[in-house]
Every structure is written in structure tokens, then in C-alpha cells.
T-cell receptor, first 110, second 111 residues
Framework: ETGVTQTPRHLVMGMTNKKSLKCEQHLGHNAMYWYKQSAKKPLELMFV???????ENNSVPSRFSPECPNSSHLFLHLHTLQPEDSALYLC?????????FGPGTRLTVL | GENVEQHPSTLSVQEGDSAVIKCTYS??????FPWYKQELGKRPQLIID?????GEKKDQRIAVTLNKTAKHFSLHITETQPEDSAVYFC??????????FGTGTSLTVIP
């Protein structure tokens, strides 16, 4: 375990559902990331928070909404997703240059 | 922005042989280059990294080399073992917050 946890580990949702992914780290890191991992594609950066402030938003559709209430917790709120949003969603935290990943949430959108 | 390319996409080697994975990057401002190993169903884990002020770094059977002039860096695994089978990702990071990842190499070590 690297100290970064994610819940749930698996999620199946319909296109009209609203759900949230949670990421938690107690490593004392100040930067947290959301990535999307799809087959045969590089890890896609979605959002970056540094000291609870969003610093990057890589043209992510508004149906994904991040929230960072404190430096230990990061959420990804999902609503009206599309089947092509099915992927592994990875959270990571960073100390200096080193990045530590959570186990991911495997999301399936029906 | 930065563009990282990784080759090959798949690699099969006999147990005991060496494996080499290569990445190129485009932004000369990138100064940190990590390599991650991701086993099936598990999280990516940092296995080795190198900074732009160093040309080579070694950790037991794993080594990374960096050529800043040519903008490429490589992962070398010697004496491969079946447990080395996984997907390996390279990445590049500059002064900002973003990491730019390669597309991954699926390594299979044949016993």
C-alpha cells in the first residue's frame, strides 16, 4: 500500500446516474491528481490540485466535476456520463517530483 | 506542450535476457523522468527515476539512461524474471505540475 486509497474500487452506473469517486491520502502531500486510464492510450491527466487549489483542467467535459475540500481528500463527481467514459480512474498524490498512485476505480457506464 | 513517445508497445523476452524500453520527449524544459510498473489489475508504481542533471542511474537489475541532447531516455532491465512481466510507463515532467506519459510497453518474460 502506498498510502493513497480510492473508493469504490468498482462502479457500474447508468448514463442518468450521479455518483462520486473518492480519493484519500495521509502522506502529507499537497498536490493531488485525477487521471483517466483507457486501454491502448497514455494516462490522461484530468485535474490537478495544489494546496487545495485547482491548477490544471485538461479540457475535461463538465460531466466530470472535481472537489478538493482539504489536502487529504479529493473527489470526482460524475453525472450524465457516456459509455466512452468507461475506464480506470486513478488518483495520485505528489511529494516533490515523486507521484504515488491509488489503486483506481474501475468505472463502467451502461 | 510536452509529447512523450514510447517504444515498443509490446516486448517478449526469455527469462534471463535483458529488456530495453525507449522513450523520447519534446520539451527541453522537462527535467524529471520517472518509470512506472503496472501489474495487471494493480496501481502504477514508481520503480526508478532520473533527473536531467544525471546521465544514468542504476538500482539492482534496473537502470535508466538519459540523453538530454537527443531528448530520449531508456529503461534497462537485466536478468529478467517472470515477475518482471507487467506494463511499463515512462513519463516526463517539467517545472509545472503536469506529468506527460508514454503509451506503455507490455513486457512478457517467458520462463
Amino acid at each position: 500500500e502506498t498510502g493513497v486509497t480510492q473508493t469504490p474500487r468498482h462502479l457500474v452506473m447508468g448514463m442518468t446516474n450521479k455518483k462520486s469517486l473518492k480519493c484519500e491520502q495521509h502522506l502529507g502531500h499537497n498536490a493531488m491528481y485525477w487521471y483517466k486510464q483507457s486501454a491502448k492510450k497514455p494516462l490522461e491527466l484530468m485535474f490537478v490540485y495544489n494546496f487545495k487549489e485547482q491548477t490544471e483542467n485538461n479540457s475535461v467535459p463538465s460531466r466530470f466535476s472535481p472537489e478538493c475540500p482539504n489536502s487529504s481528500h479529493l473527489f470526482l463527481h460524475l453525472h450524465t456520463l457516456q459509455p466512452e467514459d468507461s475506464a480506470l480512474y486513478l488518483c495520485a498524490s505528489r511529494s516533490g517530483d515523486e507521484q504515488f498512485f491509488g489503486p483506481g476505480t474501475r468505472l463502467t457506464v451502461l | 506542450g510536452e509529447n512523450v513517445e514510447q517504444h515498443p508497445s509490446t516486448l517478449s523476452v526469455q527469462e534471463g535476457d535483458s529488456a530495453v524500453i525507449k522513450c523520447t520527449y519534446s520539451d527541453s524544459a522537462s527535467n524529471y523522468f520517472p518509470w512506472y510498473k503496472q501489474e495487471l489489475g494493480k496501481r502504477p508504481q514508481l520503480i526508478i527515476d532520473i533527473r536531467s542533471n544525471v546521465g544514468e542511474k542504476k538500482d539492482q537489475r534496473i537502470a535508466v539512461t538519459l540523453n538530454k541532447t537527443a531528448k530520449h531516455f531508456s529503461l534497462h532491465i537485466t536478468e529478467t524474471q517472470p515477475e518482471d512481466s507487467a506494463v511499463y510507463f515512462c513519463a516526463a515532467k517539467g517545472p509545472g505540475n503536469q506529468f506527460y506519459f508514454g503509451t506503455g510497453t507490455s513486457l512478457t518474460v517467458i520462463p
